[in-house]
């Protein structure tokens, strides 16, 4: 598998918006499926979003419906994670993950991911 790599995290206070951008090393770039997963101290890594590599399929946990956009520049070899509206609830390590045409049926899920990234912290202020 190749590698990932996340930026973009930082400090912001709520309300605030923030961009998370992620690429990967390897096979085509526009071959895989690419998640953004999150873990808060304490908690467990939690699923945030993911979009497929076959079609702009996209999914979101409910938390972050409709302030959370997850898009993907094949061309630029660049995936995104466009965060509006953060609350202090979103301050997490966020990471991306990617796996080689994986199902969009189950890219929810952090077990079916082969490549990490190392992680961006993201903290919001209330």
């Known amino acids: 598998q190749g590698q990932v790599v996340e930026s973009g995290g930082g400090m912001v206070r709520a309300g605030d918006s923030l961009r998370l951008s992620c690429t990967t090393t390897?096979?085509?770039?526009?071959?895989?499926?690419l998640g953004w997963f999150r873990q808060a101290p304490g908690r467990e890594r939690e699923f945030v979003a993911a979009i497929g590599w076959s079609e702009p399929t996209t999914a979101y946990v409910d938390s972050v419906k409709g302030r959370f956009s997850i898009s993907r520049d094949n061309s630029q070899k660049m995936a995104y994670l466009q965060m509006k509206s953060l609350n202090p609830e979103d301050t997490a390590v966020y990471y991306c993950?990617?796996?080689?045409?994986?199902?969009?049926?189950?890219?929810?899920?952090?077990?079916?991911?082969?490549?990490w990234g190392q992680g961006t912290q993201v903290t919001v202020s209330s």
């Open positions: 993950a990617a796996r080689y045409r994986l199902s969009a049926r189950i890219m929810d899920r952090s077990e079916n991911y082969d490549a």
């Open positions: 390897g096979r085509a770039f526009s071959n895989y499926t």
